[in-house]
């Protein structure tokens, strides 16, 4: 649970101690908009894979389904990646379970309890302390894919816009050093790209840390409809598996508006 609400120092970035992947590019902003829009704009300017752009307060952050995501100013991680992925377009909805697994696993040791819950959302005991919103932006040069991700660091409960949120200070009365977890995180990321082109790794390392499978879901259909089944299995190309009373279904991840446990 939680254990405190006094705000801990919110030091800013160091880009000094930012060393960025092979052949990543790191620019830090004191303020955005959202930094998959920034990234997305870059994008269809030209600019080539691996731009990072990292924001200390973002005002307009943005969630899927034209939802928000607010943080305060250097209270969280929040930054966007510029990806061209060789890998054929029906294995791009790993992309977000992937950023998942790097956050997952740069957060792991400071918090054994994090997991994944499908497609997207970093979880402390079904409290989300990290988000990630994965965009495929259309650019002269062929699509690209700007991987969005938000970690809460240091908010208090007060500073948290929704009740089933958490910051890792929350958790474990300590704010991890901004400028560390964000290097882990890119590296982490970077390292698993090299995986796309092999899903049963990918598979079988995602099921580890995905809470989601086992558990009854609500999914919900972009028809309106809500499917509750059992999540039986994530399949090859990253769909969740859902048990149904016409036999298991796969539900992609554009498909899906929300699927929580009961
Ligand atoms: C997400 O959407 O979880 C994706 C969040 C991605 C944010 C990053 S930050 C860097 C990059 N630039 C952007 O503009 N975005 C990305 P979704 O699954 O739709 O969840 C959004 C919902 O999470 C909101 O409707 C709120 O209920 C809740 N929420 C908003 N801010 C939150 C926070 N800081 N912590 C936990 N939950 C939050």
Redesign the pocket.
């Known amino acids: 649970m939680p254990v405190t609400t006094t705000p801990a120092p919110r030091p800013p970035l160091d880009p000094d101690r930012l060393a960025p992947p092979p052949g990543w590019r790191i620019e830090v902003v004191d303020e955005a908009g959202?930094?998959?829009?920034l990234v997305s704009e870059r994008a269809r300017q030209g600019e080539e894979e691996g731009l990072v752009i990292v924001?200390e307060h973002?005002t307009?952050?943005?969630?899927?389904?034209d939802?928000?995501?607010?943080?305060p100013p250097r209270a969280?991680l929040?930054?966007?990646v510029l990806l061209r992925p060789a890998a054929p377009s029906a294995d791009w909805p790993w992309l977000p379970l992937l950023a998942g697994y790097a956050v997952q696993a740069a957060l792991v040791d400071r918090l054994p309890a994090v997991a994944l819950k499908w497609p997207?959302?970093v979880l402390v005991e079904e409290r989300?302390?990290a988000?990630?919103?994965v965009e495929r932006v259309e650019t002269p040069s062929g699509p690209v894919a700007v991987v969005?991700?938000?970690i809460?660091i240091s908010?208090t409960l007060d500073e948290?816009?929704?009740a089933?949120?958490t910051s890792v200070h929350l958790e474990v009365s300590q704010s991890p050093d901004r400028t560390d977890l964000l290097g882990q995180v890119l590296g982490s990321l970077h390292g698993l790209l090299g995986v796309l082109d092999d899903p049963a790794s990918l598979r079988a390392a995602y099921l580890d840390v995905c809470s989601t499978i086992g558990r009854e879901v609500d999914v919900h259909l972009p028809s309106g409809d809500v499917r509750r089944g059992e999540a039986l299995d994530v399949d090859s190309h990253g769909a969740l598996v859902v048990s149904s009373p016409d036999g298991a279904m796969a539900v992609n991840a554009g498909d899906v508006i929300h699927v929580r446990a009961t």
């Open positions: 959202s930094t998959n829009a924001a973002q307009a952050g943005r969630g899927r389904l939802r928000v995501w607010e943080t969280a929040t930054f966007s997207n959302d989300k302390i988000g990630i919103l969005g991700i938000g809460n908010q948290l816009p929704v089933l949120a």
